[in-house]
């Protein structure tokens, strides 16, 4: 008989509530781009499509770091360091706007939802074994 193993309910559904979120106009219905009112313009669905493929990546990159390092903390850590260095590059580059700044806060809230849905790794591995 094969050990027990808890099933990650909350990884499950967020992983699942961040694929509806990225591929659909939920985002755009809750407001979730305009939520912190750093930015006044509207965003069209097509925009949105556009930024979901990075916003994507940064999900999955907070799951990778949480789970390489077994805490959430590192996804939040990784998506500070990656978020400031972009930060660094548009002062310098001097192209940083509130779209950008905005831009750089769903981001990281991408990679701390991915961070805590780690646990989601060795799921799939004791479901596939």
Not at 69 to 87: M, N, P, Q, R, S
Request: proline share 2%.
């Amino acid at each position: 008989m094969g050990k027990a193993f808890s099933v990650p309910y909350f990884s499950i559904i967020a992983v699942f509530f961040v694929i509806v979120l990225l591929f659909t106009r939920l985002a755009i219905f809750l407001k979730i781009d305009g939520i912190l009112m750093l930015s006044d313009r509207k965003v069209t669905f097509s925009e949105r499509l556009k930024a979901s493929p990075e916003q994507g990546i940064h999900f999955i990159l907070g799951i990778v770091f949480g789970f390489i390092f077994g805490t959430w903390i590192a996804g939040l850590i990784g998506g500070i360091i990656k978020e400031l260095l972009d930060l660094i590059y548009n002062l310098e580059e001097g192209t940083e706007t509130k779209e950008k700044i905005h831009d750089s806060v769903v981001d990281l809230s991408f990679w701390i939802l991915g961070s805590f849905c780690w646990r989601i790794i060795p799921f799939l591995q004791y479901l596939v074994s």
